[in-house]
């Protein structure tokens, strides 16, 4: 059963810091591109950053300089350090595993977490 699963969400004021948290299991995480969209209210779904396993990073522009993505293989799990937080942060924040195996993508998605910038 795959099953993935964020945590560290919640309520920031503006300039402040979170740390999202997402574990995974049933998934071959080692060889997964791994990382977070968001969705505010009323928009689409959107990247913020992904990792793949080499290591190559991708960030949407407006989270450069102030997000990190980095993953944890020994323990299947990946993380989004959210620094200088703004109110247009706010978003249900997501996880996601993708991969390609015999031709068939496997792509997965955590149930979000919510993250609330607000003073």
């Known amino acids: 059963q795959v099953q993935l699963v964020e945590s560290g969400g919640g309520l920031v004021q503006p300039g402040g810091s979170l740390r999202l948290t997402c574990t995974t299991s049933?998934?071959?995480?080692?060889?997964?591109?791994v990382g977070w969209y968001r969705q505010a209210p009323g928009k689409q779904r959107e990247l913020v950053a992904t990792?793949?396993?080499?290591?190559?990073?991708t960030y949407e522009d407006s989270v450069k300089g102030r997000f990190g993505i980095a993953r944890d293989n020994s323990k299947n799990a990946v993380y989004l350090q959210m620094n200088s937080l703004k109110p247009e942060d706010t978003a249900v924040y997501y996880c996601?595993?993708?991969?390609?195996?015999?031709?068939?993508?496997?792509?997965?998605w955590g149930q979000g977490t919510q993250v609330t910038v607000s003073s």
């Open positions: 990792i793949t396993p080499g290591g190559r990073i």
């Open positions: 996601n595993a993708d991969r390609v195996a015999s031709g068939l993508r496997l792509n997965y």
């Open positions: 049933g998934i071959v995480f080692s060889i997964s591109t």
